[in-house]
Nanobody, 129 residues
Framework: QVQLVESGGGLVQAGGSLKLSCAAS????????TSWFRQAPGKGREFVTG????????????YYADSVKGRFTISRDNAKNTVDLQMNSLRPEDTAVYYC??????????????????WGQGTQVSVSS
């Protein structure tokens, strides 16, 4: 089972930017579907963005929730074995704990939290108005 550790969270003003990083160990991140989820206080864990595994018909394809399209960018660095999340034009409603997750699903991609068996500990992102 791959282990994941997030970093890069913090407090930022609305309109600002943050970059989160997810470092993987015990496995090669490019062989997993890897996604970012977030959970705001009192709400469920929701899909933010993901990237399909290397190889296959949709190798390296990226997917985004409508709420973050055009503002967030996911990328994978195979040499560093990391998956990063660049967040621009942040809004107060982006405030949440952000989690990195990896899936061994046989689908080309999945945004269902139930298909992800490896999770990081989470990193807090707070956006002030």
């Amino acid at each position: 089972q791959v282990q994941l550790v997030e970093s890069g969270g913090g407090l930022v003003q609305a309109g600002g930017s943050l970059k989160l990083s997810c470092a993987a160990s015990g496995g090669t991140v490019s062989s997993y579907i890897t996604s970012w989820f977030r959970q705001a206080p009192g709400k469920g864990r929701e899909f933010v963005t993901g990237i399909s595994r290397s190889g296959g018909a949709t190798a390296g394809a990226t997917y985004y929730a409508d709420s973050v399209k055009g503002r967030f960018t996911i990328s994978r660095d195979n040499a560093k074995n990391t998956v990063d999340l660049q967040m621009n034009s942040l809004r107060p409603e982006d405030t949440a704990v952000y989690y990195c997750a990896a899936s061994t699903s046989l689908h080309e991609f999945t945004s269902s939290r139930y298909d992800y068996g490896s999770w990081g500990q989470g990193t807090q992102v707070s956006v002030s108005s």
